[in-house]
């Protein structure tokens, strides 16, 4: 079982930039496709942004042109750079390894913006 543990949350005024990271255990790590995802309270989990093992990238539309996804394979971690922050990104901030029913989870590291 893998497990995932992510860092770099944390509180931001808007406009400011943080950097999310998560570190895999295990072997194989750069062949799974990997994703972050968001859940702010009352609001379902939304994948936020995913890099394939080919390192193809893709957004949700609320975060493109001001987020990046990056992996670094020797290192088994992946990363969530967020730039110009603003209120709404505040959520609990999860990476996953895996994009389909079975994809692992990591414990959440908060990110909260303030206006």
């Known amino acids: 079982q893998v497990q995932l543990v992510e860092s770099g949350g944390g509180l931001v005024q808007a406009g400011g930039s943080l950097r999310l990271s998560c570190t895999a255990s295990?072997?194989?790590?750069?062949?799974?496709?990997m994703g972050w995802y968001r859940q702010a309270p009352g609001k379902q989990r939304e994948l936020v942004a995913a890099?394939?093992?080919?390192?193809?990238?893709n957004y949700v539309d609320s975060v493109k042109g001001r987020f990046t996804i990056s992996r670094d394979n020797a290192k088994n971690t992946v990363y969530l750079q967020m730039n110009s922050l603003k209120p709404e990104d505040t959520a609990v901030y999860y990476c996953?390894?895996?994009?389909?029913?079975?994809?692992?989870w990591g414990q959440g590291t908060q990110v909260t913006v303030s206006s």
């Open positions: 890099i394939t093992s080919g390192g193809s990238t």
């Open positions: 295990g072997s194989f790590f750069s062949i799974y496709a």
């Open positions: 996953s390894q895996g994009l389909g029913l079975n994809k692992s």
